[in-house]
């Protein structure tokens, strides 16, 4: 494994990142971040700011697994996400499902059971939001995350896969740490 990076990259997935943070695709994330850490932060911006960096933190552990897993299987990444088999798959669940909220059908989710890690205090299940909103969202960031990961199965670099994404996802959470931090003063603000 080789080591060796450029910084500089470093810095263009950050600001990628930032310039990703203003299409519609991240939109839906900013009143999540806001309801959701805004509601547990309790009024504090200090508490914002941490619940902000862990839920983001989650949305960078997601994007760095997916550059794990393009830096390990190389071509193969670009292979299997440009066959046929795979639109054909994709489109399929997404027809699937599309039909379900048609109400054509109904699939039977199970029963989620409540975790003693996920109370209000904890940490855990802001970071868990974040993992979800992670792949929430990347579909919508397809263009540049492939592009991305295209990138990355070539150089086959684990450690640069991970944290070039890390920094591309700390680009991106950059207003959602903004929004969680300051929804803090917007919960004690005088109806």
């Given at each position: 494994m080789n080591l060796s990076c450029n910084p500089i990259d470093y810095l263009i997935a950050f600001l990628g990142g930032v310039l990703i943070s203003f299409t519609p695709c991240v939109y839906p994330l900013i009143p999540v971040s806001i309801g959701y850490i805004?509601?547990?932060?309790?009024?504090?911006?200090?508490?914002g700011l941490i619940?902000?960096?862990?839920?983001v933190t989650g949305i960078a552990v997601t994007y760095s697994a997916l550059g794990l897993l393009a830096s390990l299987t190389g071509t193969l990444f670009g292979r299997v996400s440009s066959s046929p088999l795979t639109y054909i798959f994709a489109g399929s669940v997404i027809v699937v499902f599309g039909l379900s909220m048609l109400d054509l059908f109904?699939?039977?989710?199970p029963n989620i059971i409540k975790l003693p890690g996920l109370k209000k205090e904890n940490y855990l299940s802001t970071f868990i939001l974040g993992l979800s909103s992670g792949l929430i969202v990347s579909p919508c960031l397809s263009p540049v995350l492939?592009?991305?990961l295209v990138y990355l199965a070539t150089k086959k670099n684990l450690l640069y896969g991970a944290t070039l994404l890390f920094s591309f996802a700390y680009g991106m959470g950059l207003v959602l740490v903004?929004?969680?931090?300051?929804?803090a003063v917007l919960v004690n603000l005088p109806e």
């Open positions: 805004g509601v547990k932060s309790s009024g504090s911006k200090f508490q619940l902000s960096l862990i839920y109904i699939i039977p989710l492939g592009s991305i903004l929004a969680g931090t300051f929804s």
